[in-house]
């Protein structure tokens, strides 16, 4: 069913990242994400690309790779390029679980409307992914942050076979399996503790349209804490401390909205585990780095604003963000 | 074409206020609205209301007179309910620009969408608001603060007329006059200095759909300022210190929206007129009790909610907003 990993010619730990420029705590919490490696054929108003790199596990990697060394599980086929192995593998992401198979990799074409705000999809070929079963490297089974990315539910329980005792396990869904697996969904919700999901879907899985009420409908199926993305207008995390709202950094040319949820994920993730801290004030910055880093990757196709993007302008962009909302604790005297 | 005012029979200034518990200072900057004053029809997914006070000035001065004592400019019919007159005299709103005037008060009935994010008009009845000519007291007339709240554009430039050198001139408008009177909303757009609009106006306004580039192009129509209100996703504002978000307070049983962006308007400038200042720091905090008072607003029908507010709630409100916003200074090391 899988062949090799594509990682034998791995550089030494913390090397390549050290190449990229990528900043990383000499012990990080040790972050794995299972989820897709993809080429995309992508078309929006500013432009088409063919078979570009995408895949939620691609995008939450490399967001994730400015904060820690993630780990990735995944599959790709016969034909997918090593220059985009070399590219995450230069981002300092640990490829010990990505697997290459005969076959072709999993391939999506979409299409954005105008006004971006929606997309249709053209075409989505599983290929290798259909016969995917996400195996664990020993190494990383004892994560401490692990990240079940938008893959069917059955393959999510899974994975959480194979951990020993994660702190913190996050995943996301989709339409499609709220629609046709709703049962195994469920198995996996009551399992995890922290559910990122975008606002539609949210309303969908809850059947509710307000939102706090639909996250408030979560919680009970499980999850501790529900992350609401709601693209341009920001991200909600609603837990047991309350709410704190993100906004989305206002962007006058965006060019390519996809994955940007995976990528807000990533730097969630990846700011948590170098912070080894889960309190509130961790979480909310996580929120932020998360939001700085989707910020980002709206600027480009696939991933290539990341494939230059500097660790000082990702600082500069979270003080953006604190610009963008503070404001003086002024009470009416 | 207008009778008397109302205001015959108005408590001495600040006795009224006292009573109602609003928080007044001795020498706030004065504060003009001049908008509509109305009987409403609503229907939301939590009810329906027949005649309800209504109308973008009784929202605007309901709101702004937890922080001034706004002075109005508006027409009612002689079926206007004495009672709504009292409710505003009552939280210390002037009423001496009250014309009541023969025929029947300016009626809108509509109903909500079962997700409150759209609503249909089934009936307008503009009534005495038809001949309405906005005619300013000549206490009013060295207004420092004004507001002039959606009305037909040549209606709006008369206004203008009236005034001596007001500090800040701010307005909303509408889908119906950007459609029909261009031209003329365009000469009221050079001589003010901040345009309060929703997201969907601001786009057709300015026919762009990316909302920095619109309030870009709003810009160059002539406001220094534009506030871009986007309902349960907050409010944008654009200026020449940046951008700034308002976050939206997550509620979680919304009762009915309508007046929510007057509300969110006579708080923003209710708060200036009472700071004084327009600093960047004053106009964030601004915007942050425009999104106070525009929480209260929507729990309840018409203004209900505001005739038990106390200041104190709104006090509360505004910590919440701190604590649904707030986030660390953690740069990464």
Known sequence: MSGATVDGASAAPGEAAEMA?????????????????????????????????????????????YFTRPQLVAVVGADFPEEHVEFLRGRGVDLSGLERSEGRTFFWEGRYSKDLASRTTLDTQLNVFADFRPRL????????????????????????????????????????????????????????????????????????????????????MGPRAVIVKRGDSGALLFHEHGVFAAPAYPIEEVIDPTGAGDTFAGGFMGYLARRGDLGPAAVRVAMIYGSVMASFCVEAFSLDRLRSLSPQEVAIRFRDFQELTHFEDVSLD
Do not use: C, K
């Open 21 to 65: 420029g990528a900043v990383q705590p000499a012990l990080p919490g040790r972050l794995v994400v299972v989820g897709s490696v993809a080429l995309d054929t992508v078309e929006t108003p500013r432009g088409r690309r063919e078979r570009i790199l995408g895949g939620s596990a691609s995008f939450f990697s490399t967001a994730a790779s």
């Open 137 to 220: 490297p020993e190494a990383y089974r004892g994560a401490e942050f692990l990240f079940l990315g938008n893959i069917h539910p059955a393959l999510q329980l899974e994975v959480l076979e194979q951990v020993r005792r994660p702190r913190l396990v996050a995943m996301d869904t989709m339409n499609l399996w709220i629609e046709t697996q709703r049962d195994e969904l469920r198995r996996v919700l009551e399992r995890i503790d922290l559910l990122v999901i975008n606002d539609e879907e949210a309303r969908q899985l809850a059947d509710r349209h307000n939102l706090p009420q639909a996250a408030r409908a979560i919680h009970d």
